[in-house]
């Protein structure tokens, strides 16, 4: 007799390495990736967990970000996304997903490296969705670059303003509306824990995402919000493919995962709702972990 094997729990119906060379100017667009990411879209069931909440997602357009959006969406939340404005197509893939949950789907397009944009991207949001109760920063610059003879001032100060700078601006903006129960979740990295030899300016930006989630969580915690961060490890996304890493690691992008791939993003949406829902009251200043298997935290 055969053993019955369940579809559902097979670990490699996604796509392993070696993956095609594909590189994209930056910010690169999910639509344009061989394969497409897996963002969810016909695969996640919500089951009310969510129910009513309202939460302002950065990079909600592709990858991770977007990923989150559907599955909040499918939960029962409406959700404002924000992204660059040459991800337009991307953006509108997401808007029309939100939607056909009957949820309300703000796209607030705009730079996050300017504060003021930060502070009228909050203003917006709490507007038009009628409140705040989730804030997830995820949006983020990774641009590999071999040495720091050739990693410029430039460069350094656009990683930081993106994943860090911006983080601060949009927190800082919208923590006067957060109600008791709510969350903020942002989008750390692996590389806060094993920085790569390439990834001097971005692996520094992850590891300010933690200290600022443990340092925040403590402060708020009087306030009834939780404050916590996800660290994922391979993740094929946009980010990777225009820039984020050279194209010879893009073929072989998870290899050295013991899963043997990437994560899709997907199968890392679960954590930030998890993060989110009031089920998980007594969780803050927690950094969580997905990484395929190699045991980052
Ligand atoms: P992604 O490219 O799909 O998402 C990143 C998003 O950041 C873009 O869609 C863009 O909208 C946004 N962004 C970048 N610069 C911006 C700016 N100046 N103004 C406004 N928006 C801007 O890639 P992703 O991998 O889903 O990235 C999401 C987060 O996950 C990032 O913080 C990234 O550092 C983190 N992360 C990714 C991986 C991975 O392997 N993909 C691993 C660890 C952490
Ligand atoms: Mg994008």
Request: hydrophobic letters at 35%.
């Amino acid at each position: 007799m055969t053993t019955p094997t369940n579809k559902t729990l097979d670990l490699n119906e996604y796509p392993k390495p070696p993956f095609e060379e594909q590189s994209q100017d930056v910010p690169g667009l999910a639509s344009k990736m061989v394969p497409v990411p897996d963002h969810g879209e016909t695969s996640y069931r919500g089951t009310g967990r969510l129910t009513g909440r309202k939460a302002l997602i950065t990079g909600g357009d592709s990858g991770i970000g977007r990923a989150v959006a559907i599955a909040y969406a499918r939960e029962g939340a409406d959700v404002a996304i924000n992204y660059l404005p040459a991800e337009e197509s991307d953006a509108a893939e997401v808007i029309k997903l939100i939607q056909a949950e009957g949820r309300k789907a703000i796209a607030i397009p705009g730079d996050i490296r300017s504060e003021e944009f930060c502070q009228k991207l909050v203003k917006d949001a709490v507007e038009q969705l009628g409140g705040l109760d989730i804030l997830v920063n995820n949006a983020g610059r990774q641009q590999f670059n071999e040495s720091i003879r050739t990693l410029s001032t430039e460069d350094f100060d656009a990683t930081f303003k993106t994943n860090v700078y911006a983080m601060f601006w949009i927190t800082k903006a919208a923590v006067d509306y957060l109600p008791r129960g709510a969350s903020i979740i942002n989008t750390s990295s692996v590389q806060a824990f094993k920085p790569s030899e390439i990834l001097l300016d971005y692996a520094q930006t992850k590891a300010c995402i933690v200290a600022f989630t443990k340092s925040l969580a403590q402060q708020l915690g009087e306030e009834g919000i939780r404050v916590n961060a996800v660290a994922p490890g391979p993740f094929w996304t946009p980010l990777q493919t225009s820039g984020g890493q050279p194209q010879e690691k893009i073929k072989q992008f998870g290899a050295s995962a013991p899963l043997g791939r990437p994560g899709q993003p997907a199968e890392i949406a679960p954590l930030y709702v998890t993060l989110a829902s009031t089920e998980s009251s007594y969780t803050s200043g927690q950094v969580w972990c997905t990484d395929g298997g190699t045991g980052t935290l």
